[in-house]
């Protein structure tokens, strides 16, 4: 029996990579549904359910004395208080079968260095599933190669041209191709980057039925096959093999760095980094030579981020240059990297900072995403980036969301970096055209920033306001955070707003319950009337499973004075488990005596 334990995104094809192949859903309900193997749910838990199969909840379960330790108690918003990390679910599940013959994990996290497992990306478990290396007997094992020698995994005898064009239909995202044909009565092979038989209409309309042919190789003309004269058609595994026999039949730098782009958009593992980047850093390069390359670069970053980071000074050295060619590519290529190794990309900040006010969309969108990544990592890293991503903003480019993701970050530690836009990062809290999460990010730094300066917020609070009935929790939440930093000085602001902050202190989630209560219990200080009514309330929050509600409710009640509450402020007092609360429980008592 083998053990498997399934990633869901980039890894299953309901959510598969953008440019790898993906694991069938089929396959992993076929795993555990139909063979003596077991199955289980090891990321996103919505596997769980669409292939019906354990997942983490129910490997932890099956330790029910280790149940505290890994999960904790269920949360309003259905969450548990914490969750084993990814290796910690393998271990537990190797746990549950001791003496299964194999432990194999599929995900696009690499996590071959857990003992006694064996890992495969998505992209190398199915060739290997079908060469039958997995398991001889399962229903997906090919055969292994076509009469042309390279490695295949499905094929098609064409009956005619609507036959092979549904094929190629189903087929469309195929990293190559492998023609059988009768060419003057002698069989031949081609590899092709595409093949189609719609198009032959397009440019031969009196052409006979056939297949309009593009090799993959590069500085060879496309040419069209008859339908009587096509065999085979195959999908084909582009290796490194492949990619070495085909580079050496280059006959151009320029040559090669496309055959570098096609095998790297095909197969990101079978190109070498240092092959790409020996043609990049040639002391003559043509435009074509460098686009071509630094778009290969870009499909290897996207799936092996670490190779790629020897290619940061020589993409540094290229964005000085005002007639780059790729600006998008290059960004890209670094984001990809810093998605993964933000510290390695944070020395290019500069470069990457002068293309977010860039007239070409895509460079403003990438260099966004780039200094979000430099940013989460090290907000002192993006300092000097804040004026470059307010003009992305203010200008509502691409990359907004990240831009704002950045601002939220270095607010975090620099607010006063940020103070200079705060006016912009209202517009986007206000803005309902942008999503709930660019929202909340936006919220986030403008929070941080008015904790530092309340009034910085005073002119927004009547629109911020309206948010309090969001249906959001989150956005709730955290327009509720942001009237709690203004109550800090400008109680009078939000003096009005008393009812319906008033309504939020018994909602599920702890955090706007938090905010809430923080917030009245300011504005009781210097309105107390205002918030009298809501007094029978705070007394029922002395006894709220969170802590900083209790101690909010103690804070509340004594700024209101409410002297026939003493009873249950004293019990507060006497038995409370958390010590801010029997202080603060202590200050509100001496409070209503004085």
């Given at each position: 029996?083998?053990?498997?334990?399934?990633?869901?995104?980039?890894?299953?094809?309901?959510?598969?990579?953008?440019?790898?192949?993906?694991?069938?859903?089929?396959?992993?309900?076929?795993?555990?549904?139909?063979?003596?193997?077991?199955?289980?749910?090891?990321?996103?838990?919505?596997?769980?359910?669409?292939?019906?199969?354990?997942?983490?909840?129910?490997?932890?379960?099956?330790?029910?004395?280790?149940?505290?330790?890994?999960?904790?108690?269920?949360?309003?918003?259905?969450?548990?208080?914490?969750?084993?990390?990814?290796?910690?679910?393998?271990?537990?599940?190797?746990?549950?079968?001791?003496?299964?013959?194999?432990?194999?994990?599929?995900?696009?996290?690499?996590?071959?260095?857990?003992?006694?497992?064996?890992?495969?990306?998505?992209?190398?478990?199915?060739?290997?599933?079908?060469?039958?290396?997995?398991?001889?007997?399962?229903?997906?094992?090919?055969?292994?190669?076509?009469?042309?020698?390279?490695?295949?995994?499905?094929?098609?005898?064409?009956?005619?041209?609507?036959?092979?064009?549904?094929?190629?239909?189903?087929?469309?995202?195929?990293?190559?191709?492998?023609?059988?044909?009768?060419?003057?009565?002698?069989?031949?092979?081609?590899?092709?980057?595409?093949?189609?038989?719609?198009?032959?209409?397009?440019?031969?309309?009196?052409?006979?039925?056939?297949?309009?042919?593009?090799?993959?190789?590069?500085?060879?003309?496309?040419?069209?096959?008859?339908?009587?004269?096509?065999?085979?058609?195959?999908?084909?595994?582009?290796?490194?093999?492949?990619?070495?026999?085909?580079?050496?039949?280059?006959?151009?730098?320029?040559?090669?760095?496309?055959?570098?782009?096609?095998?790297?958009?095909?197969?990101?593992?079978?190109?070498?980094?240092?092959?790409?980047?020996?043609?990049?850093?040639?002391?003559?390069?043509?435009?074509?030579?460098?686009?071509?390359?630094?778009?290969?670069?870009?499909?290897?970053?996207?799936?092996?981020?670490?190779?790629?980071?020897?290619?940061?000074?020589?993409?540094?050295?290229?964005?000085?240059?005002?007639?780059?060619?790729?600006?998008?590519?290059?960004?890209?290529?670094?984001?990809?990297?810093?998605?993964?190794?933000?510290?390695?990309?944070?020395?290019?900040?500069?470069?990457?900072?002068?293309?977010?006010?860039?007239?070409?969309?895509?460079?403003?969108?990438?260099?966004?995403?780039?200094?979000?990544?430099?940013?989460?990592?090290?907000?002192?890293?993006?300092?000097?980036?804040?004026?470059?991503?307010?003009?992305?903003?203010?200008?509502?480019?691409?990359?907004?969301?990240?831009?704002?993701?950045?601002?939220?970050?270095?607010?975090?530690?620099?607010?006063d970096a940020v103070t200079p836009v705060v006016e912009l990062l209202g517009t986007v809290v206000l803005d309902e055209s942008?999503?709930?999460?660019?929202?909340?990010?936006?919220?986030?730094?403008?929070?941080?920033?008015?904790?530092?300066?309340?009034?910085?917020?005073?002119?927004?609070?009547?629109?911020?306001?309206?948010?309090?009935?969001?249906?959001?929790?989150?956005?709730?939440?955290?327009?509720?955070?942001?009237?709690?930093?203004?109550?800090?000085?400008?109680?009078?602001?939000?003096?009005?707003?008393?009812?319906?902050?008033?309504?939020?202190?018994?909602?599920?989630?702890?955090?706007?319950?938090?905010?809430?209560?923080?917030?009245?219990?300011?504005?009781?200080?210097?309105?107390?009337?205002?918030?009298?009514?809501?007094?029978?309330?705070?007394?029922?929050?002395?006894?709220?499973?969170?802590?900083?509600?209790?101690?909010?409710?103690?804070?509340?009640?004594?700024?209101?004075?409410?002297?026939?509450?003493?009873?249950?402020?004293?019990?507060?007092?006497?038995?409370?488990?958390?010590?801010?609360?029997?202080?603060?429980?202590?200050?509100?008592?001496?409070?209503?005596?004085?």
């Amino acid at each position: 029996m083998i053990v498997f334990a399934f990633d869901r995104d980039w890894t299953v094809d309901v959510n598969a990579h953008p440019r790898h192949e993906a694991v069938p859903l089929a396959w992993v309900r076929h795993l555990a549904h139909e063979t003596d193997h077991a199955v289980y749910a090891i990321g996103n838990q919505s596997l769980a359910d669409e292939a019906a199969i354990p997942g983490v909840v129910d490997i932890v379960g099956r330790h029910s004395d280790a149940w505290d330790e890994w999960l904790g108690s269920k949360q309003p918003d259905g969450y548990y208080e914490q969750f084993p990390t990814r290796r910690e679910r393998l271990s537990l599940i190797a746990d549950l079968h001791p003496d299964a013959d194999e432990y194999i994990a599929i995900d696009d996290l690499d996590l071959s260095d857990v003992d006694g497992w064996t890992h495969y990306h998505a992209w190398d478990f199915v060739p290997a599933v079908t060469r039958g290396d997995i398991d001889p007997a399962l229903p997906w094992v090919n055969e292994p190669v076509t009469d042309g020698g390279r490695p295949t995994s499905a094929g098609v005898v064409p009956v005619d041209a609507s036959h092979l064009s549904s094929w190629l239909s189903e087929n469309r995202e195929a990293p190559a191709f492998e023609l059988t044909y009768t060419n003057d009565d002698n069989t031949a092979t081609a590899l092709l980057s595409n093949i189609s038989v719609d198009a032959v209409f397009l440019e031969e309309p009196s052409q006979a039925p056939g297949a309009l042919c593009t090799p993959f190789e590069p500085g060879t003309d496309k040419f069209i096959v008859s339908m009587d004269a096509i065999e085979q058609v195959s999908l084909v595994d582009i290796t490194a093999e492949t990619v070495a026999t085909l580079t050496m039949q280059a006959d151009s730098l320029a040559e090669e760095a496309t055959l570098l782009r096609r095998a790297a958009s095909a197969n990101p593992d079978a190109v070498r980094v240092s092959a790409v980047l020996s043609l990049i850093d040639c002391e003559e390069m043509s435009s074509l030579q460098q686009r071509e390359a630094v778009r290969a670069l870009r499909s290897i970053a996207t799936v092996r981020p670490g190779d790629c980071t020897p290619a940061i000074p020589i993409l540094r050295s290229l964005m000085h240059d005002s007639q780059l060619v790729s600006p998008a590519d290059a960004l890209a290529t670094l984001s990809a990297i810093g998605d993964q190794h933000p510290d390695d990309i944070a020395p290019a900040v500069n470069e990457i900072t002068s293309y977010l006010d860039s007239t070409r969309v895509s460079a403003r969108r990438e260099a966004a995403a780039c200094v979000a990544h430099i940013a989460s990592a090290d907000p002192s890293d993006a300092v000097d980036a804040v004026p470059g991503l307010a003009t992305v903003i203010e200008d509502r480019a691409d990359g907004i969301a990240d831009a704002v993701t950045a601002l939220a970050a270095v607010a975090r530690e620099h607010p006063d970096a940020v103070t200079p836009v705060v006016e912009l990062l209202g517009t986007v809290v206000l803005d309902e055209s942008q999503s709930d999460a660019v929202r909340m990010s936006a919220i986030a730094a403008l929070g941080r920033c008015v904790e530092v300066l309340p009034s910085l917020a005073v002119d927004i609070v009547d629109d911020v306001a309206h948010l309090l009935t969001a249906e959001n929790h989150r956005l709730r939440n955290n327009a509720v955070a942001l009237l709690f930093e203004v109550a800090a000085i400008h109680t009078d602001v939000i003096e009005p707003y008393v009812d319906d902050i008033a309504d939020l202190l018994t909602v599920d989630d702890a955090y706007t319950r938090v905010n809430a209560s923080g917030t009245l219990a300011r504005v009781a200080e210097d309105f107390p009337d205002a918030v009298e009514r809501v007094t029978p309330t705070f007394v029922e929050l002395l006894t709220d499973d969170e802590s900083a509600v209790r101690e909010n409710a103690c804070w509340a009640l004594g700024y209101l004075r409410a002297a026939e509450k003493k009873p249950a402020l004293e019990a507060r007092l006497e038995k409370d488990d958390d010590k801010a609360v029997r202080e603060r429980a202590s200050w509100a008592l001496s409070r209503i005596e004085e």
